[in-house]
């Protein structure tokens, strides 16, 4: 019987690697597969970015924004310096790191405190922050021409082109090759100690303390690096899309995410590297499909938008009910 | 011997709010009587959706974030109200009436979803909210349209401002306003609120009130003693969600625009922040904590953006500050809420 | 004429027989105790008589059912309630937070009807709260109770909300029998003597009771007739009259006294290992209050004691799952108050009787489950890359092949998901996750529970056999008296929350059974 379970292990690897070479084809064939590679290094980590937290027990992240405001905030410090080049984007992302570091344990602490909400909690923590860091884009004193506005000459602009630091600086196959790096990472953390201590504190917490893991210390690590991982990821997509993109725009970030990573296999309780790799081929293709064919349909191209996050919304949904109620008490 | 320190323990959330707020109002600098008259106004608008709170509270269900989903029938039965072109106060009751039935259809769904998510009400209502606001949106512009009043020009569609003036005050108007020291106090609005109040009450007192109540109290044992648990919180957001689509509804008739597209949205959000913040928690609700908090919640609401441009310059800031305490407001009250479960 | 007859009710969860062909009749009017040690399936039986959700979850029963010589089908509690069965639980189904009038007319309320329920139904009804006021102060006083109806349950003990229940069952109109869990293990000898008296008038009107009790005195005192169960096996039923306190108490432990395992070439040591200084915990209903006592190093000594008393909190203490107030010490380390990390380090194991919940991981792999926890503590298990920790699973593998040997667990391999094993082998997959700790003291709890008799006996004799050969400290927590008779030196007593005796294993099993009903002075 448990050749069998192995065998199922074996089998959704498997599976899913073939999907990813059916989808490569396809788009090979339709000449959109450099596309497709884009998108996929751009939007991976946010996707992978929500592994540790469910594999640590707290759950979906909703509170990722948290993250991405992390390596915002290195974007445009390494921006305002003048940095330029890979220069920029390694100082980006070391400054995120740092500050992501230290509000996901913070964030994680919090999290310690209202056990079972982690997910409502966390999507209002994201809105929250996502807001006060607007305040702080607009009064923080930033004097760099890139990114102020014009007229004024104080606060920063709402899109920040990354034209002379690092936008572009990647190409498809720097980003690629920096998602499966994390990927690999990740995937060897989870065989340590202290990554098997992780999982077992997320599967179950009693089990865990029987075993002389304290739970509470492995959820904040875990939301540590998710968070971490939230700052590197965003400053990856920037730098594919071109642009920073502030205030509003990181607030519906952690749905795509989530949904991502739902797609891919994962639940609310578990989730593997391998979910958040299906996921995000899978969920860019369907992107990459059905743009063109959403455009026909709707004359407005904002609506792709629209479409891609009632998707979003509908598979975090499903995932939901699928997973069904909690034992309350 | 109540001091001053026990207060605070027990009313925390709603006592940092006063402070806020009267902060908030020394620094913005406008005048009391204005700010007044502007709570008033709000207090009408807002009150009734954030009574509509109460019921679910107190079936265990935490905050009904699918809250949106009502507003939006009462949206839908608006748009039709302005299409038949019914005037006045008998316009607004018709739009009453046309989203009772949208209503309990969506509560319908809404209660099936988390009857599926028990213990996860409060996510699954956010996220519902966001998924059928989605749909809501993508069926509203791509809908064959052919009214003038409603439709956009080329037929595909409806308008994202429709207005709302053949309705607009006329709740509040009815059949007149008072002044009470020279405030204008929409009379009628606030009896109609009163008349929820007075619904509430009498549910509490009926047998499905008891349902309810042990049902959100322990629901186990409420299950095991023969309560079918699944058809009273049914009954729960159901009713909820009529007074939600009720409660905007009369928002609407308020501000006389109906922005299509983003009216409903930030409701459920700002009805929740008005109930925590007047001190209810995810386990129990009552009409004080929904009157005080809407007074409290929108105090603020109101002399944040002038307090925001007095302090940076800028009133812009005041908008981000004033979405920031709203949301903040909702994870400070979930954390002192739920100090208390820290158990696995 | 028979109120309630079951015929050939069988009940399994998952592979164990927790109910084998059990057939009992109850008379009209008579009050019928069931008696029996835990675990030998009465719960399971009221639960099936009620209609309780958890049977239906777990693949429901087999036999039938019938009431006033009618076949009945009971499959919701509600079903139970129109069948005029009632049952008052040893987990009280009292709800905190409301008062006393709410929870005894619980779903069963007074009520008047207004103009809105005339249309709309019965839900929109007025509770008559005022009448249910009044009623509950009647049924209070007429059982000689203080308790006022307005009174919040959260200010009541313990013994004062089982008459609450009480009174939720006898003021129903259509009940015909009305059963009671362990009515009086939280009870007062007053508040017992008053739960006679109220049954004794309650059958005298005509509603049958049956109540299950581990206390032999109360079933002789009360009882028109008894039923033994034990093992899920029905060992028969017998009037009052013509039946003894002893023989009563032999049939419901069973007759291995005889076979005393040989412990006697057991080194008795003077060293203290580990001890408890006024120790108090409280986890859910269960408390312990002020334990104190000291534990020699080598020795198996056992934990004996009605249920809900005491038993299960200790474990947990010693295991650091839950908080504590006093003192503990192990090799004259002092504990840290619920950090299981700590106890584990200095030499603790803990075996916990929440097999499933706490103990294992049943979606992981044997070798998961027994290397996981001596990998993160001792280290053990490692591949060190560099300064990084790699878990070595080849090792872990090999050591969980040598475990399955040395215990004998039947399964294909060690990556075989746990909860695929039967409970048994389950349970020496945590024994071996115990073990591979290499701990001073091992703490095990219920090991034996919902396991067949064979697998009882191998599991600890093994238990014995490593203590003898590597020294190692056994704490025995137990509901099984008769094991802890057999294999430990020293039984400990707890009874009400305190520590009523450290009785040795050599002494008649007389003085146990009323040790744990009644309590008796410390040795």
């Known amino acids: ?329 | 011997m109540k001091t001053l320190k026990n207060i605070f323990k027990d009313y925390t959330v709603p006592c940092i709010f006063i402070l806020l707020g009267i902060i908030g109002f020394l620094i913005s600098g406008l005048s009391f009587k204005m700010v007044i008259n502007d709570l008033i106004e709000r207090l009408g608008r807002n009150l009734f959706i954030v009574l509509s709170l109460i019921i679910p509270i107190s079936a265990g269900m935490g905050i009904n974030f699918a809250l949106t989903v009502g507003a939006m029938a009462g949206q839908l039965a608006v748009i039709a109200v302005v299409v038949m072109n019914i005037e006045g106060i008998g316009g607004t009751f018709a739009a009453f009436l046309i989203s009772v039935p949208i209503s309990i259809i969506f509560g319908l769904i809404i209660g099936f979803l988390m009857n599926k998510t028990k213990g996860r009400e409060m996510i699954t209502g956010l996220v519902a909210a966001y998924f059928f606001s989605g749909i809501y949106q993508l069926i509203i512009l791509s809908l064959p349209i052919n009214n003038p009043i409603i439709g956009v020009e080329g037929g595909k569609g409806i308008k994202s401002t429709i207005d709302l003036g053949i309705i607009k005050y006329s709740l509040d108007r009815f059949p007149t306003y008072i002044r009470v020291l020279g405030i204008k106090i929409p009379l009628f609005t606030l009896i109609i609120c009163g008349l929820l109040c007075v619904f509430i009450w009498y549910i509490g007192k009926t047998k499905l009130g008891q349902d309810i109540k042990i049902t959100g109290l322990d629901i186990k044992t409420a299950e095991e003693k023969g309560i079918n648990v699944n058809k009273v919180r049914i009954i729960a957001i159901v009713l909820s969600t009529v007074f939600a689509g009720i409660g905007q509804i009369i928002s609407l008739q308020n501000i006389g625009t109906l922005s299509t597209f983003g009216s409903h949205e930030q409701v459920g959000m700002y009805a929740a922040a008005a109930i925590l913040v007047g001190g209810a928690s995810i386990k129990k609700a009552k009409f004080t904590n929904a009157i005080v908090g809407t007074l409290l919640f929108y105090f603020l609401f109101i002399v944040t953006p002038k307090a925001g441009a007095n302090i940076f310059g800028d009133t812009q800031i005041g908008e981000f500050f004033r979405v920031f305490i709203a949301y903040g407001v909702i994870v400070v009250a979930l954390y002192i809420n739920n100090k208390k479960n820290k158990s696995y | ?523």
């Open chain 3, 1 to 523: 004429m028979n109120v309630i007859e079951i015929k050939n009710i069988s009940k399994k969860y998952g592979d164990s027989v927790v109910l084998d062909n059990i057939s009992i009749n109850i008379k009209k009017g008579e009050i019928h105790a069931i008696l029996g040690e835990n675990g030998a399936g009465k719960s399971t039986l009221m639960n099936i008589l009620c209609g309780m959700p958890i049977i239906e979850k777990t693949g429901g029963f087999e036999g039938e059912i019938y009431i006033e010589g009618e076949k009945v089908n009971i499959v919701t509690p509600k079903d139970a309630l129109n069948f005029g069965i009632g049952i008052a639980k040893q987990e009280l189904a009292i709800i905190n937070d409301i008062t006393v009038w709410e929870n005894i007319f619980l779903n069963d309320e007074i009520t008047n009807k207004n103009i809105i329920s005339k249309i709309f139904g019965k839900n929109f009804e007025f509770i008559d709260e005022k009448s249910m006021i009044n009623k509950s102060n009647e049924i209070m006083e007429s059982m000689k109770n203080n308790i006022k109806a307005n009174d919040v349950c959260n200010k009541l003990s313990i013994g004062e909300k089982h008459f609450i229940e009480i009174a939720r069952e006898i003021k129903r109109k259509k009940i015909k029998v009305i059963i009671f869990d362990e009515p009086t293990s939280a009870f007062t000898e007053n508040e017992s003597k008053v739960f006679g008296e109220i049954i004794r008038n309650i059958s005298k009107s005509g509603v049958s009771i049956i109540f299950i009790t581990h206390k032999l005195d109360e079933v002789i005192k009360y009882s028109d007739r008894i039923t033994v169960l034990r093992n899920g096996k029905n060992e028969g039923t017998f009037d009052n009259k013509n039946i003894t306190k002893e023989k009563l108490a032999e049939l419901m432990i069973g007759n291995n006294q005889s076979q005393v395992f040989n412990k006697k070439d057991k080194i008795q040591c003077d060293e203290i290992i580990m001890s408890l200084k006024n120790v108090t915990a409280t986890k859910g209903n269960e408390s312990i209050e002020d334990i104190s006592v000291d534990i020699y190093k080598g020795e198996i000594i056992g934990v004996a004691g009605v249920s809900g008393q005491g038993r299960g909190v200790f474990g947990d203490v010693l295991g650091g799952l839950i908080n504590y107030k006093g003192d503990i010490y192990i090799n004259g380390t002092k504990l840290k108050n619920g950090d299981s990390e700590y106890a584990i380090k200095n030499g603790i194991a803990y075996v916990s009787d929440d097999r499933k919940g706490t103990g294992l991981y049943l979606a992981g792999s044997i070798y998961e489950n027994i290397c996981t926890s001596a990998m993160y503590i001792n280290n053990k298990f490692i591949k060190k890359i560099g300064f990084i920790n790699f878990a070595n699973k080849k090792e872990m593998k090999k050591y969980t092949e040598k475990c399955i040997k040395d215990l004998n667990i039947k399964c294909e391999n060690p990556s075989q998901k746990v909860g695929e094993l039967s409970g048994g082998n389950q349970q020496k997959v945590c024994i071996a996750k115990a073990l591979a700790l290499n701990p001073s003291v091992l703490v095990v709890s219920e090991v034996t529970r919902g396991i067949d008799i064979l697998a009882k006996k191998n599991i600890l004799e093994t238990l014995v056999n490593i203590s003898k050969e590597k020294g190692l400290t056994i704490i025995m927590i137990s509901s099984d008296l008769n094991e802890l008779i057999k294999y430990c030196e020293r039984i400990i007593i707890l009874n009400d929350k305190k520590l009523r005796g450290i009785l040795a294993s050599s002494e008649p099993s007389e003085k146990f059974g009323l040790a744990i009903s009644e309590g008796s002075e410390k040795n």
């Open chain 1, 1 to 329: 019987m448990t050749q069998k379970n192995n065998k199922k292990e074996n089998m959704f690897a498997i599976f899913s690697g073939v999907i990813i070479i059916i989808i490569a084809c396809v788009l090979f064939k339709k000449g959109t597969l450099i596309d497709f590679l884009n998108r996929v290094g751009m939007n991976g980590i946010l996707v992978l970015s929500m592994v540790p937290t469910i594999i640590c027990g707290v759950g979906l992240n909703f509170g990722i924004s948290i993250g991405i405001l992390c390596g915002l905030f290195g974007g445009v410090l390494s921006i305002e310096i003048g940095l330029t080049g890979i220069l920029s984007f390694v100082f980006a992302v070391f400054v995120g790191i740092i500050l992501s570091a230290i509000t996901g344990i913070l964030y994680g602490k919090l999290l310690n405190g209202i056990k079972g909400d982690e997910m409502t909690v966390g999507t209002y923590v994201g809105f929250s922050m996502v807001s006060l860091m607007s305040i702080a884009w607009v009064i923080l004193p930033f004097k760099s021409p890139d990114m102020v506005w014009t007229i004024g000459g104080k606060g920063l602009r709402t899109t920040i082109s990354l034209e002379n630091s690092f936008g572009g600086v990647l190409g498809v196959f720097g980003s690629i090759f920096i998602f499966i790096l994390l990927c690999i990472l990740l995937y060897g953390f989870l065989h340590t100690k202290t990554g098997i201590a992780m999982k077992t504190a997320g599967i179950k917490p009693k089990y865990a303390l029987n075993c002389g893991i304290k739970p509470d210390k492995y959820r904040i690590l875990g939301v540590m690096i998710s968070n971490i991982f939230g700052a590197i990821g965003i400053l990856v997509y920037s730098s594919g899309y071109g642009f920073l993109q502030l205030y509003q725009a990181p607030l519906m970030m952690p749905f795509a995410a989530v949904a991502g990573v739902l797609i891919g296999g994962a639940t609310i309780k578990k989730a593997s590297v391998l979910n958040a790799l299906l996921g995000v081929c899978i969920f860019q293709f369907l992107m990459t499909v059905s743009t063109p064919f959403i455009n026909s349909i709707f004359s407005d191209s904002s609506l792709s938008d629209s479409v891609r996050m009632v998707i979003s919304y509908g598979v975090v949904l499903f995932a939901l009910v699928r997973q069904g109620g909690r034992r309350i008490k």
